[in-house]
């Protein structure tokens, strides 16, 4: 790769002023000044800005904890900033967030540069699972298992959405898991039972399980057997 586009990917910096920085003798590679910007770096190059050493990380796979009031949309909406905004990581803003949840929902988001992958996690067409914990504000009716795994319709959808898998916590608390993504779809799905969410909360997106150890609004990056499983 050219090293101002190396730079650049590594840091705020734009193409430009990677550029400048090159030309201003910042840039050191292997201890060794270079002011070229179409200089070839190699994976075990060792590139040095102002002293700082830069590492580039090609493919990003990151699991966040969303907190509520934030947006999975790349800038902020209403009011609430984005999702991205909690990454500490340079060009965070260009990253893709695989699969939106709601302002107010917390829990699992999954957030890549991997576009192929973010895919098979979105598309309806490979049925990933999404499981939620949701509050109630009414104890659910007792044919909420049998609605769901039969396919509830909702309003101004033609057909009726997949079927669901229900667990029972409490009257008011189930885990509900769920292959499609469609807009408000588990609010949705218990107002047409009758009912309304009052929190709702992801857990897991196929096989990737929120870690309990990140705290609203904390991050990591996914271990090969996360990323490898979807
Ligand atoms: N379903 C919803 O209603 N909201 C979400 O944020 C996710 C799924």
Not at 146 to 151: I, K, Q, V
Not at 187 to 197: E, P, S
Request: charged letters at 30%.
């Amino acid at each position: 790769m050219r090293l101002d586009r190396y730079i650049s990917e590594c840091t705020e910096l734009s193409r430009a002023n990677a550029k400048k920085a090159l030309h201003r003798g910042d840039i050191t590679c292997d201890g060794v000044v270079v002011k070229n910007s179409g200089f070839k770096v190699d994976k075990d190059c060792e590139v040095h800005l102002s002293g700082e050493r830069l590492y580039h990380v090609s493919s990003r796979y990151i699991m966040l904890n969303k907190p509520a009031d934030t947006v999975c949309s790349n800038v902020g909406e209403a009011g609430y900033p984005s999702v991205l905004t909690l990454l500490d990581l340079p060009k965070a803003e260009t990253l893709q967030i695989a699969g939106r949840l709601d302002a107010d929902t917390t829990g699992l988001t999954l957030i890549t540069n991997d576009g192929q992958w973010g895919h098979r996690i979105t598309s309806p067409r490979k049925a990933c699972n999404k499981r939620y914990r949701v509050w109630l504000a009414e104890p659910l009716v007792e044919t909420a298992e049998a609605e769901l795994a039969e396919g509830i319709q909702l309003k101004t959808e033609t057909k009726p959405v997949l079927p669901a898998k229900l667990e029972r916590i409490s009257d008011t608390e189930v885990l509900l898991t769920i292959t499609e993504g469609k807009y408000h779809q588990v609010k949705r799905m218990f107002a047409a039972l009758g009912n309304r969410v009052t929190a709702l909360h992801r857990e897991q997106v196929g096989d990737i399980k929120l870690d309990e150890i990140l705290k609203p609004g904390e991050w990591r990056e996914l271990t090969p057997e996360e990323i490898g499983s979807v």
